[in-house]
Nanobody
Framework: VQLQASGGGLVQAGGSLRLSCAASGNFFGINAMGWYRQAPGKERELVAS???????NYTDSVKGRFTISRDKAKNTVYLQMKSLKPEDTATYYC?????????????????WGQGTQVTVSS
């Protein structure tokens, strides 16, 4: 399984960015996709997630500003970020909980992308 994230960058406060993460692999199915972030000196935190049924969850600090979406056909998850704040500065990681074919059995596991840096200047 490979997760390829893109879309990070440097933006001024109030600006917007869109992150993308494409998952590739021998998937039987994907249960959930999401975005986490980790700022220097802080623990990794969940930013937003979306289930296979389309249910969405956001951390309180991004509600109303960030939107998560998913293209099932492409196994891709997006994070549209608007009204960015300096406190949104972090490395953003995509995460996929999926089930893969492993020969004679199925394996459900959690997979991580390589991280993409988002820096918001004040």
């Amino acid at each position: 399984v490979q997760l390829q994230a893109s879309g990070g960058g440097l933006v001024q406060a109030g600006g917007s960015l869109r992150l993308s993460c494409a998952a590739s692999g021998n998937f039987f199915g994907i249960n959930a996709m999401g975005w986490y972030r980790q700022a220097p000196g802080k623990e990794r935190e969940l930013v937003a997630s979306i289930t296979s049924g389309g249910g969405k969850n956001y951390t309180d600090s991004v509600k109303g500003r960030f939107t998560i979406s998913r293209d099932k056909a492409k196994n891709t998850v997006y994070l549209q970020m608007k009204s960015l704040k300096p406190e949104d500065t972090a490395t953003y990681y995509c995460n996929v909980v999926g089930t893969t074919y492993e020969g004679t059995y199925l394996l459900t596991d959690s997979y991580w992308g390589q991280g993409t840096q988002v820096t918001v200047s004040s």
